[in-house]
């Protein structure tokens, strides 16, 4: 299939309606997702070839999601070298195209990071959400597709949350339960994100204030709903201040949150447990490596990005702890392993390692291993 | 003649097949497997039905921003549905439509509704209606 901007035009101007001006705003960053092998497959492979033939560059500052697999460690991982040859020539490609190697979900942390007010245009959900609920930068939230073809084309629809007019709250969600732990954080999110579907709104939460808790709520709110954005009390920058207080209110109570805990998670013995959905940041690994390992009576796979890996100086040797790099959850390790059931601490984990690895999982906090 | 409901156009072609209507979204990541073109998502209401050569009307996507490399997986492996009916834009759906070369339209929140009098339809992708039989 040959590849041109006016595909790629064609496919931005799918965010406006017919009678909409077709304006575009130039963007600052973008970030892209679409990047693993097994969200892809062979055709996303022979597309991407596709466009690299066609000799299709990028524009502006564009980073990368995590691939299937550690490319800078590879041998222990026991995976198929034909699958880690795929990923490599996946990254190699938009490599070849410009973008930088980030392989990471969280690209806020270090290596793309916007400032309040930037147009970005961004497709990583859980990265969307963080950028323009947390930081309070402008971002829709984007197809892999579309973000290829705004990192190609350096620009965006004028269209969605890029208008202050689209950013105005249609519900306050009340939450005056407790959030005992990171899961809980995320069965609210997911609970939230079946309600509001594809609707900005207010948080009220008192309980929700760590930033690693935000995170895990935010990345279930991206996996059950198609919010772009949401206003957390003490969270959210001082946009939430000047904003609309919408007239209609939802509660959420903590039987909804259980429910969800118990809906998404297996009561079958977990063989390993997965960490770093998003990827663990530079604070939370420290902690992690800090763990008293009498605690770990499973093999953890913790994930996080390179950038953040190469931060980190290994104070002891941990047995039980391996630090993955540069790859997903949805990690060609765990198919060499064979296991049947895994433990995460991440909802939005949990929901794609089911899904698409035909997992059983078991939600567990960090605490509790 | 069946009855012409018009919407907007959002990729081209031509569908037809049986018509097959998701109440709730879909994440086609995760939610839908590309190498069968069966919906694997088991919270779904249409959980193990086939996409394949169906007219499938649904409301948006949801989740995962990659489900555009999924439909486009679909069409690939010859199981994607005849034709997408949204009752909301979506980009992520859209987009894998257009690469995927199957049509879709948009169609207002009423039109969307009466679909469900309906068991089989043909969309025409480049002038933005559906006709139900």
């Known amino acids: ?369 | 003649m069946g009855t012409r409901f018009n919407g907007k156009k959002l990729s081209g072609g031509f569908g037809r097949g049986p018509l097959l209507i998701s109440v709730e979204p879909i994440s086609f990541f995760g939610g839908v497997d590309p190498k069968s073109g069966l919906i694997i998502d088991r919270w779904h209401s249409l959980h193990n039905k086939s996409l394949k050569g169906v007219v499938l009307a649904v409301p948006r996507g949801k989740g995962s921003t990659v489900g555009s490399y999924v439909i486009y997986a679909l069409s690939k492996n010859n199981v994607a549905p005849a034709a997408l009916v949204l009752r909301e834009r979506d980009i992520v759906i859209a987009a894998g439509c257009i690469l995927g070369k199957i049509p879709s339209i948009e169609l207002e929140v009423s039109k969307w509704a009466q679909l469900s009098n309906h068991s089989c339809a043909t969309v025409n992708g480049y002038e933005g209606y559906i006709e139900v039989d």
């Open chain 1, 1 to 369: 299939m040959a590849i041109d901007t006016r595909v790629l035009e064609e496919i931005l101007s799918l965010a406006f309606t017919e009678d909409e001006k077709r304006d575009f705003i130039p963007v600052s960053s973008v970030h892209i997702s679409g990047v693993n092998y097994y969200n892809i497959g062979d055709p996303g492979l022979e597309f991407l070839r596709s466009l690299e033939e066609s000799g299709l560059k990028f524009v502006v500052k564009t980073t990368i999601n995590p691939g299937c697999s550690d490319l800078v460690d590879v041998e222990w991982q026991g995976c198929d070298p034909s699958l880690v040859h795929k990923q490599k020539e996946i990254v190699e490609i938009f490599e070849s195209m410009g973008a930088k190697i980030s392989l990471s979900c969280t690209p806020y942390l270090d290596v793309n990071k916007p400032k309040p007010g930037d147009h970005l245009a961004w497709a990583e959900s859980s990265a969307v959400l963080y950028a323009n609920s947390v930081i309070g930068a402008w971002t829709n939230k984007e197809s892999g597709i579309s973000a290829l073809a705004s990192g190609i084309l350096g620009k965006t629809a004028y269209v969605g949350v890029h208008r202050k007019e689209c950013r105005i709250p249609q519900y306050t969600i009340v939450y005056e339960g407790g959030i005992s732990d990171e899961v809980e954080a995320g069965a609210l999110g997911f609970a939230v994100g079946r309600v509001v579907n594809d609707k900005i709104f207010i948080l009220k939460c008192p309980e929700l204030y760590k930033l690693s808790h935000v995170r895990q709520f935010l990345a279930a709110l991206g996996t059950s709903g198609s919010a772009p954005m949401a206003y957390i009390n003490h969270i959210s920058s001082k946009e939430l201040h000047d904003t609309i207080r919408p007239s209609e209110e939802i509660s959420i109570s903590h039987d909804e949150v259980i429910k969800v805990v118990e809906e998404l998670s297996s009561d079958k013995e977990p063989e390993a447990f997965i960490i770093g959905c998003p990827h663990l940041s530079y604070e939370e690994l420290s902690r992690l490596i800090e763990y008293p390992l009498s605690r770990i009576r499973l093999p953890v796979y913790s994930f996080t990005s390179r950038s953040t890996a190469s931060e980190i100086v290994f104070t002891r040797r941990h047995e039980n702890l391996k630090v993955i790099k540069d790859s997903c959850v949805l990690w060609c390790g765990l198919k060499y392993l064979k296991h049947k059931t895994v433990a995460t601490n991440s909802v939005k984990a949990a929901y794609y390692l089911k899904n698409v690895f035909g997992l059983e999982v078991k939600l567990m906090s960090l605490n509790w291993v």
